[in-house]
């Protein structure tokens, strides 16, 4: 309807000419026209971005597993000593061939040469072998789908995104691996009882700023059987395979079983203080370790190692020592940077798409 306007002129009422202004509806369709125009650009262009993930995805796989290679010869040496002395060859996810000798404090010095009809298998390699496979087969069906003559629509690509995020997130931590134990700093002996008590006081606040992570107790059934070596071994000690940072991680511990009687010479030596228990972190707690059919701990009845009763193979134990060995592997450290920069692709286009939605990410 006009507005009418009240003028000096004889008092004649002039209409206002109406305004060119654009209705609710016009403006809603015109925004919803421009947004879907954006969204079917997108679209076609994340075709491009698919392609460079795939590609990328790709050359992860070749890093971990090459097709023309054989295989990374990596040394596990401790530094500074030679607690520890070998080398290993990865192929893919195991361990095909492998020699360290070892002079544990706890243990007499032994040989461990890995038997090559009966490889390793790293069971966190394994783990991202199958996240880079799935990867690469979501990315595939990605490129299929946006090569068709109608385009996915705009959800069902923001959750095939989503959980190709989720993958390649795994896959980065899968390489990173657990948190290091922190180092133990046992306090030096001073002359001053107030100097010592104040380092006392200050470990403890920092104990209390700054928590010490969970152990990791994955060792404790996931430790490599002692017959994969030639020839095989029974001994209190376990093997464990993992990776951290890149690197391939061997930790050896010294067990002994936690009802094991102690002799009164050991006893009556750690009373005097002329021997004392090795300090580690994991040292003085008590342990459920699985025991594997092919090796038992020195010390536990023969009924009890040979039974097939899962609950049978446990036992409880201490670990007398702890030694870490690692060894860096140039191939993991290029993967590992490949799945970061994709990772930050990925979120970018995530990011676009959701901008474009008009929703945000949930990861």
């Given amino acids: 309807m006009s507005t009418m306007l009240i003028v000096e002129d004889n008092f004649v009422l002039i209409p206002r000419p109406n305004s060119p202004e654009l209705s609710y509806n016009t403006v809603s369709y015109s925004q919803r026209n421009e947004q879907a125009r954006e969204l079917t650009w997108l679209l076609t262009s994340l075709r491009d971005t698919l392609a460079q993930l795939k590609r990328g995805l790709e050359d992860c796989c070749a890093l971990l597993s090459p097709s023309d290679s054989a295989g990374s010869t990596l040394a596990l040496t401790t530094p500074r000593n030679e607690i520890v002395k070998g080398h290993t060859t990865r192929v893919g996810t195991r361990l095909v061939r492998g020699l360290v000798h070892l002079k544990l404090r706890t243990l007499p010095p032994q040989t461990l040469a890995l038997d090559p009809s009966r490889p390793v ?196 134990v201490y670990v007398r020592e702890k030694v870490r060995v690692e060894s860096a592997d140039p191939s993991l450290l290029a993967l590992s940077a490949k799945l970061m920069a994709l990772g930050k692709t990925l979120g970018l286009a995530r990011r676009n798409l959701a901008a474009v939605m008009g929703e945000k990410i949930e990861d």
């Fill in 121 to 316: 298998r790293v069971v966190a390699l394994v783990r991202l072998d199958s996240l880079l496979a799935r990867s690469v087969d979501l990315c595939l069906t990605l490129e299929e789908h946006t090569e068709q003559q109608t385009p996915p629509s705009a959800p069902y690509l923001a959750s095939q995104l989503r959980l190709l995020s989720q993958y390649i997130s795994e896959a980065t931590a899968l390489v990173k691996g657990p948190p290091k134990p922190p180092p133990l700093n046992p306090p030096r002996p001073t002359t001053s009882s107030s100097i010592a008590s104040t380092r006392s006081r200050d470990q403890e606040l920092g104990a209390q700023h700054h928590p010490q992570p969970p152990l990791d107790t994955t060792w404790t059934t996931s430790s490599v059987s002692l017959g994969h070596f030639t020839p095989p071994l029974s001994r209190n000690l376990s093997l464990y395979l993992t990776i951290q940072d890149a690197c391939l991680v061997l930790y050896l511990r010294a067990l002994e079983p936690a009802d094991a009687p102690v002799n009164f010479g050991t006893k009556l030596a750690l009373a005097i203080g002329t021997t004392r228990r090795l300090e580690h972190d994991e040292a003085d707690r008590i342990f459920t370790y699985r025991c594997d059919d092919e090796s038992h701990l020195e010390g536990e009845s023969e009924s009890r190692s040979g039974s097939k009763d899962n609950k049978e193979k446990e036992v409880e």
